[in-house]
């Protein structure tokens, strides 16, 4: 079992940056490589971005277009997602999973760990 916990979000305007979190708790985090999805209301669930076990591959969404940009840190069990040049399609609740797997995949139905999620709200 891995407990993941998501922090980090909030309101924002346009522009803003925020640096959202996923701790995680239980086994060894090292053997999972994990990904952040988000969900709009009324949408279906997408992909964001996901590392590699090692954290030394990373994997983007189209959309992200190098505004985010994902990091982790086994020796303090955490995976972040850096998010700036924020927009108001960027609103959602972001969620982080984990799979035991060297490498992620783009599929959320793969994954066996979920956080709960975080807001993220953009204003205009």
């Known amino acids: 079992q891995v407990l993941l916990v998501e922090s980090g979000g909030g309101l924002v305007q346009a522009g803003d940056s925020l640096r959202l979190s996923c701790a995680a708790s239980g086994r060894t985090f090292s053997n999972y490589a994990v990904a952040w999805f988000r969900q709009a209301p009324g949408k279906e669930r997408e992909f964001v971005a996901a590392?590699?076990?090692?954290?030394?591959?990373?994997y983007y969404a189209d959309f992200t277009k190098g505004r985010f940009a994902i990091s982790r840190d086994n020796t303090k069990n955490t995976v972040w997602l850096q998010m700036s040049s924020l927009k108001p399609e960027d609103t959602g609740n972001y969620s982080c999973a984990a799979i035991e797997t060297a490498f992620p995949t783009r599929k959320e139905g793969n994954y066996d760990f979920w956080g709960q999620g975080t807001q993220v709200t953009v204003s205009s």
């Open positions: 590392i590699s076990r090692s954290g030394g591959s990373t």
